[in-house]
């Protein structure tokens, strides 16, 4: 396989990373940079450059060092016993929410499509199982058939809502777990989807990782451009979306009904992929624990995972990530030091 393929393909996969739920859903970017007016504006396009370095130096790390998995990543970068503890954080992080976006687009199929939610729940979880069923491939084909489609869908709502709004309006608010400084926010925002990358990053084969490196650089930046246009769409409707479970329905909803079930489709895509990508570094770390067959491993996992679905997603970005992110600053500064230690 040539090298442009294998690039543009870790590059759908690193943007299915963190172009998860929340930030499809518009509550994430929501949280982290539209309540901070003109200057979340910035905030969101340095995510995007911070996100290509970040996956950047990660991959450095795992090729040079030939790690598979990030259990071993975090004892190369933090040590074993700081290690140890960050492992079993980011295990329990991405149990969580592969429970919660599960149920996540069951409620989706349910309310916007209207199919029972226990129906759609089981088929859901069908689709996850039957991927991570394929492995490596499984992951990597999903993410390239289904990200460019939720891209495409993104843009087209938010220029549509750009066009339809009649004024605009960039007050200022505060997150109250954040604060009222929107580089702190930049930070944490970041911070909170290292744990994602690093899952996903250290999951791939490190030989792929190196034909193609380039891709993840470049979805780095193309997350920051599609966050700026979804963050200035927003910005745009301030404040009545802030009142809004789901920000982009907000949009959808006050624009052409068909636009509210193709968004509702691009959020479904959005959820799918990250619980797969949650439910792939699971594998990858409980296989290294537990000597039984991979398809018999996948099955537990899903099957565990569904009581967790009660939880609300919600409560999730505002409250779970934000936290999340103060631990992944200790991450942050650990690549970068380990980045240090690699060209010196």
């Not at 226990?118 to 069923?133: D, F």
């Not at 744990?195 to 997350?223: C, M, N, P, Q």
């Not at 398809?295 to 537990?300: F, G, H, I, R, Y």
Request: glycine content about 10%; overall charge positive; hydrophobic content about 55%.
């Amino acid at each position: 396989m040539n090298k442009k393929k294998i690039s543009l393909q870790l590059a759908t996969v690193y943007i299915g990373a963190i172009l998860g739920a929340g930030f499809a859903s518009g509550q994430e970017l929501m949280q982290f940079f539209v309540v901070f007016g003109y200057h979340g504006l910035i905030g969101v396009f340095l995510s995007g450059i911070a996100f290509a370095l970040m996956g950047y130096f990660i991959s450095q790390i795992i090729i040079k060092n030939k790690i598979q998995g990030y259990r071993s990543f975090l004892d190369k970068i933090l040590g074993e016993k700081i290690g140890l503890f960050v492992d079993m954080w980011i295990t329990i992080a991405i149990f969580i929410s592969l429970g919660i976006m599960l149920a996540g687009c069951a409620t989706v199929l349910q309310e916007k499509l209207f199919i029972n939610y226990y129906l759609g729940l089981i088929v859901c979880s069908l689709i996850v199982l039957i991927t991570l069923y394929k492995g490596e491939k499984g992951v990597i084909g999903i993410n390239f058939i289904l990200m460019p489609v939720l891209i495409v869908i993104t843009i087209l709502v938010c220029f549509i809502s750009i066009g339809a709004a009649h004024t605009e309006t960039f007050k200022a608010s505060t997150n109250p777990l954040i604060g009222n400084h929107w580089g702190i926010a930049l930070l944490l925002y970041v911070a909170s989807n290292m744990a994602i990358a690093i899952v996903i990053l250290t999951s791939i084969d490190h030989y792929r990782l190196k034909e193609g490196i380039k891709g993840v650089f470049w979805g780095g930046i193309f997350l920051g451009i599609i966050g700026l246009i979804m963050v200035y769409a927003m910005q745009l409707f301030w404040p009545e979306i802030l009142k809004t479970e789901i920000p982009m329905f907000y949009l959808t909803e006050n624009l052409d009904s068909r636009l509210n079930i193709l968004y509702s489709l691009a959020i479904l895509s959005a959820m799918l992929t990250t619980a797969i990508i949650n439910g792939f570094g699971l594998v990858v770390r409980l296989g290294s624990l537990v000597k039984i067959k991979q398809n018999t491993l996948v099955t537990v996992i899903i099957f565990l995972a569904l009581p967790v679905s009660f939880l609300g997603f919600g409560n999730l970005i505002s409250y779970f990530y934000p936290i999340f992110g103060y631990v992944g600053v200790v991450i942050i500064f650990a690549i970068l030091y380990a980045n240090l230690k690699l060209k010196w």
